[in-house]
T-cell receptor, first 111, second 111 residues
Framework: DVKVTQSSRYLVKRTGEKVFLECVQD?????MFWYRQDPGLGLRLIYF???????EKGDIPEGYSVSREKKERFSLILESASTNQTSMYLC??????????FGQGTRLTVV | KQEVTQIPAALSVPEGENLVLNCSFT??????LQWFRQDPGKGLTSLLL?????REQTSGRLNASLDKSSGRSTLYIAASQPGDSATYLC??????????FGSGTRLLVRP
């Protein structure tokens, strides 16, 4: 079974905090993605990485950064959390020519 | 710019019915199309992946078809069950790494 593990199911953080969301895979896939999902807006790509230390901005990168120091781990960082970053965050992996797999999601609330 | 549309947005059927969910996309230059299922508050579960060279894929009671020239895919669910109730999302992958998602069809199968 493919495993994409996100570090937390639920998080509550205060405005201005630095927040780390971690994603770990056990499939050795090259590509890893961070999406956020909001009612009425669907899934939107924040950042993706196609190799260690490589990253590219997605559609909504503002207010976020990422880190990929090892192939199996992709971290999403909220530099200074704001209430408009309250959302469901989803990590995904995809190898070349194969299906994408998602983690269980992290419901982040910023108060 | 690729756009993915799913119709209907919501569907309610009695148990046992066969049903079809629709997905359309504007740019036929895709590498593959993937169908996902999402239960409330959870991540996405991969159902079927169709490569651009394929016409259909089957898994159990699910059958997905792809017509690239017309920019359409359908997901056929046979003999629906209450456990099939979920949101179904389709996503296409083009020449870039990212998946472009539709907004989903929310399915309710009534006992």
């Amino acid at each position: 079974d493919v495993k994409v593990t996100q570090s937390s199911r639920y998080l509550v953080k205060r405005t201005g905090e630095k927040v780390f969301l971690e994603c770990v895979q056990d499939m050795d896939h090259e590509n890893m993605f961070w999406y956020r999902q909001d009612p009425g807006l669907g899934l939107r790509l924040i950042y993706f990485s196609y190799d260690v230390k490589m990253k590219e901005k997605g559609d909504i990168p503002e207010g976020y950064s990422v880190s990929r120091e090892k192939k199996e781990r992709f971290s999403l960082i909220l530099e200074s959390a704001s209430t408009n970053q309250t959302s469901m965050y989803l990590c995904a992996i995809q190898g070349v020519g194969v299906e994408a797999f998602f983690g269980q999601g992290t419901r982040l609330t910023v108060v | 710019k690729q756009e993915v549309t799913q119709i209907p947005a919501a569907l309610s059927v009695p148990e046992g019915e066969n049903l079809v969910l629709n997905c359309s996309f504007t740019d036929s230059a895709i590498y593959n199309l993937q169908w996902f299922r999402q239960d409330p508050g959870k991540g996405l579960t991969s159902l079927l992946l169709i490569q651009s060279s394929q016409r259909e894929q089957t898994s159990g009671r699910l059958n997905a078809s792809l017509d690239k020239s017309s920019g359409r895919s359908t997901l056929y669910i046979a003999a629906s069950q209450p456990g099939d109730s979920a949101t179904y999302l389709c996503a296409v992958r083009g020449s870039s790494y990212k998946l472009i998602f539709g907004s989903g069809t929310r399915l309710l199968v009534r006992p």
